[in-house]
């Protein structure tokens, strides 16, 4: 039998998935966060720990895994890579292969070998390969590099549109009410004096309640608009600077402020973008977990050939979850 093992790590989760050369998941595991950006040793043992878990259900060793591909948020350049590669060596695995997690998020949301990715989980990113195989990455580095967006970002802006509202500088917003019960607070006043004076920062749950009032609100509304427009700016230069502009391929949407919160409220606005510079381009919101992207790079890293049934048989254990069923910032 042959045993391939695909690991997505995120900024606050990581996911390890074993699968037979068929796309068969035998075994996974959860641990936190995998992101060395955040700590090297914590993200060491957030994926040795996940790797454990999912190899002890699966009922493999080492020795049986085929080839092993890393999906890793904050493998972005060089300096990460002269992190990651012993670190991901000394786990133990011969044949592997390390990506940012933008790559695996791609592969696993179109069949096509060319393609571009927008991620907005804790952060944003954006990845694009053409049909040259040239590559290229914008973003995932911070708002002071030139991003904007992703939960975190979100529930600062959430935070700060119902500071605003109470002090007069907007008009009042339906957020006050949700976020005022999701934090504990009887008035704005008080939470306003508890978050100043213990320097807190706003939780990035708060980005949920965006969704839950845009329908009826202005604040919420304009802030999901922002995050679409500048998520399909940061594909746009992507697609420019890769000359994709008259190509036929898809823009997959990844994380879970795309993919488990409602699309009304951003994907046009990334759209209005993206069409202007590449009319061919299909966007499409990721239907299977990332990590089904590592796997299948794993595959063909092998030398396998990627069947239909592996693609059925991944999705029907790896599926995307019921949008807003969970909201972990992966």
Known sequence: MTYYLGIDGGGSKTLAVVTDGAGRVLGRGVSGC???QLGAELADGSIRA???AAMEQANVNHEDIRFTAFGLAGAD?????????????????EHHHIVCDTVIGLRAGTKQPDGVVIICGSGTNCYGV?????????????????????GSDLAVEAFRAVIRAWDGREKSTALTGPMLHMLG?????EMFHAYLD????????????????????????????????????????????????????DLVMVGSVLTRGDSRFIAPYIEEQVKAVAPNCTLRVLQMEPVAGALLLAMEKSGQRVEAAVYDNLNADLAVKERNAEWALD
């Open 198 to 249: 213990d320097y807190k920062r706003a939780p990035h749950t708060l980005a949920k309640l965006l969704f839950e009032v845009a329908d009826s609100d202005e604040a919420a509304r304009k802030i999901l608009q922002r995050q679409g427009t500048e998520l399909g700016i940061s594909a746009s230069a992507v697609i420019r600077r890769l000359n994709m502009g008259n190509d036929k391929f």
């Open 34 to 36: 995998g992101n060395h």
């Open 77 to 93: 350049r060089e300096a990460d890579f002269h992190i990651l590669r012993p670190m991901i060596a000394a786990m133990g695995f």
């Open 130 to 150: 053409n049909a040259l195989g040239e590559e290229m990455q914008c973003g995932g580095f911070g708002y002071s590099f030139g991003d904007f967006g992703g």
């Open 185 to 189: 607070f009887e008035t704005v006043e």
């Open 50 to 52: 996940a790797i454990q």
